[in-house]
């Protein structure tokens, strides 16, 4: 069992960046590839970057790529999501999640376990 905590979100001017934290419990927390999703209302769960394991493989959304970068510390149980160059339609809840094994899935039904979100908005 794996729990997650967001944290950083908030607002920013267009321009601006945030760095989001997802605190995570457990032991084996290395095993775990982990996942930075985000929501709009009304509008489906999207991938935003993925991270192996071991750090040494990240994969991003093409709409974030060059200006969001994740990141983790095992050592402290942790992954960041730093968002530079913010755009408006960066606006959105995000979530961090948890699955075991490879970090090569971008769906959120491959992830098993789920933060609660923190919300980001970004004005114009």
């Known amino acids: 069992q794996v729990q997650l905590v967001e944290s950083g979100g908030g607002l920013v001017q267009a321009g601006g960046s945030l760095r989001l934290s997802c605190a995570a419990s457990?032991?084996?927390?290395?095993?775990?590839?982990m996942g930075w999703f985000r929501q709009c209302p009304g509008k489906e769960r999207e991938f935003v970057a993925s991270?192996?394991?071991?750090?040494?493989?990240?994969n991003y959304a093409e709409s974030v790529k060059g200006r969001f970068t994740i990141s983790r510390d095992n050592a402290k149980n942790t992954v960041y999501l730093q968002m530079n160059s913010l755009k408006p339609e960066d606006t959105a809840v995000y979530y961090c999640?948890?699955?075991?094994?490879?970090?090569?899935?971008?769906?959120?039904?491959?992830?098993?376990?789920w933060g609660q979100g923190t919300q980001v908005t970004v004005s114009s």
């Open positions: 999640a948890a699955r075991p094994g490879s970090s090569y899935y971008y769906t959120p039904r491959s992830y098993n376990y």
């Open positions: 457990g032991r084996t927390f290395s095993s775990y590839a």
């Open positions: 991270i192996s394991g071991s750090g040494g493989i990240t």
